[in-house]
């Protein structure tokens, strides 16, 4: 473990001349970060298929874990006794806790919502009701001991057009934000991330935005997106955040991981990302490459002894042919192990590509050959052409 008087350092080493993109470093006590970053789910402690000494192996830095499903079981009761999440799971490089706000959504017809916080009925039958205040968040998140604690936020669907709703869940989460703050237990060996809220309303995002950084916190993360919104509103609500916040500190946008977005969003000037895409994906028998998204089901796959991808050098394409791979997806829960490992390297890839362009002062001509390897007829969506053109990429 680093000995780290604080619990997070952020050295930006490069920034794009023309994108609003940068490469970090972020120190955290079990370990560095190069960011821009991907960030798996392992929602329950374990990400789904894989081993963490695989996962170690593949050079992965960091990843995510939910604190409502980990609050209801093991509990933090058990992961305390255990010595907090990285002993009990076998992990000892960085992680970051999910709040549990977002189940406010997933979970909505199980939770009822109080400015003292959100009780569910919880998913595990004999546990009844549970109560997550900003401070039990806290409470569980400290048990846990990861090195990022997300502050417990009041989460509205993004396509909601209730103006005042949204506009109370702004308020209601910087208050809860202050009481996250107090109740932190550790704060010298994990860090609390605040989170911008305000959905698709430009002066709720900047008065949230306004409110947060007033807080003492070591980095910010961009809530309420990825929910059913138009890609043409997604895009301009990162642009926007990413203006509003301290470019000193980290940005994490929450759940979102399709490359095209990673791409986009890194432009935009994002650090971290998450989502739990590349991992399900995997699960359905499909694999993630540079020019799309394949199903390995599909019968065209049955005689190809080529591997997924020609150019990736994981362990699954190292070894194994799409032809192999067919065989054995609807079928073998082996099939799941080789896909995610293909899908995490690829997500993994992608990242190390955005941060050696930018390194290098070639990130424009990274996203456009990234652009016409997806669209060779350069039929671009126009959500993309406007959101490179806001930051001076123009496709060709």
Same mark, same amino acid.
């Given at each position: 473990m ?5 619990p997070?350092?952020?050295?930006i ?5 023309t ?8 120190v955290?006590p079990h ?13 329950q ?7 963490p000494?695989?996962l ?6 960091i990843?995510?874990a939910?604190t409502?499903h980990?609050?209801t079981?093991?509990?933090p009761e058990?992961l305390?006794?255990a ?10 490089k960085?992680?970051?806790?999910d709040s ?7 979970l ?17 039958e ?7 205040t900003?401070?039990?968040s806290?409470?569980?998140q400290?048990?846990?001991g990861a090195?990022i604690i997300?502050q ?21 989460t910087t208050r ?15 860090n ?6 305000g959905?698709?309303?430009e002066?709720?995002r ?13 980095g ?6 990825s ?6 509103d ?7 955040c990413t203006?509003?916040l ?5 940005r994490y946008?929450?759940g979102v991981?399709?490359?095209i ?6 432009a ?8 739990v ?11 993630l490459t ?12 049955a005689?190809d ?5 020609k150019?990736? *050098? ?7 042919t799409?032809?192999?791979l067919?065989?054995?997806? *609807?079928?073998?829960?082996?099939a799941?192990?080789l ?6 390297a690829?997500?993994?890839r ?10 290098e002062?070639r ?5 456009r ?8 007829d350069?039929d671009y ?8 053109s806001?930051?001076n990429?123009?496709?060709l």
């Amino acid at each position: 473990m680093l000995v780290n008087r604080n619990p997070l350092l952020f050295d930006i080493t490069s920034e794009c001349k023309t994108t609003k993109a940068r490469v970090g470093k972020m120190v955290l006590p079990h370990g560095v970060v190069d960011t821009p970053v991907f960030m798996p789910v392992g929602t329950q402690g374990t990400l789904k298929s894989m081993l963490p000494e695989q996962l170690d192996n593949m050079g992965l830095q960091i990843m995510l874990a939910n604190t409502y499903h980990l609050g209801t079981n093991p509990g933090p009761e058990i992961l305390k006794r255990a010595g907090g999440l990285h002993k009990f799971m076998n992990w000892d490089k960085p992680l970051l806790t999910d709040s549990g706000g977002f189940q406010m959504v997933s979970l909505l017809k199980l939770a009822e919502i109080t400015e003292e916080g959100v009780k569910f009925q919880s998913l595990n039958e004999h546990k009844g009701e549970v109560m997550l205040t900003p401070e039990h968040s806290v409470e569980i998140q400290n048990a846990i001991g990861a090195d990022i604690i997300m502050q417990l936020d009041d989460v509205i669907t993004t396509t909601s057009p209730d103006y005042d709703r949204i506009k109370e869940s702004v308020h209601r989460t910087t208050r809860w934000l202050d009481r996250c703050i107090e109740a932190h237990a550790n704060p010298e060996t994990q860090n609390v991330f605040s989170i911008v809220q305000g959905t698709l309303y430009e002066d709720l995002r900047r008065r949230s935005a306004a409110d947060l950084v007033k807080r003492d916190v070591n980095g910010y993360a961009i809530g309420g997106l990825s929910g059913g919104e138009s890609k043409d509103d997604f895009w301009k609500i990162v642009h926007l955040c990413t203006d509003l916040l301290p470019k000193g500190k980290p940005r994490y946008l929450m759940g979102v991981g399709f490359a095209i977005d990673l791409v986009v969003c890194s432009a935009l000037g994002v650090d971290m990302f998450d989502c739990v895409f590349p991992t399900r994906t995997a699960r359905f028998g499909c694999a993630l490459t540079m020019t799309g998204q394949i199903s390995l089901r599909k019968p065209e796959y049955a005689k190809d002894f080529a591997p997924i991808d020609k150019d990736c *050098s994981c362990h699954t394409c190292r070894t194994y042919t799409r032809a192999f791979l067919h065989g054995i997806v *609807s079928d073998l829960p082996v099939a799941c192990t080789l896909l995610t490992e293909h899908n995490l390297a690829f997500q993994m890839r992608l990242m190390r590509g955005i941060r050696d362009s930018v390194r290098e002062e070639r990130f424009p001509e990274f996203v456009r050959k990234f652009m016409l390897d997806l669209h060779p007829d350069r039929d671009y969506p126009s959500w993309i052409r406007e959101s490179l053109s806001a930051v001076n990429i123009d496709l060709l």
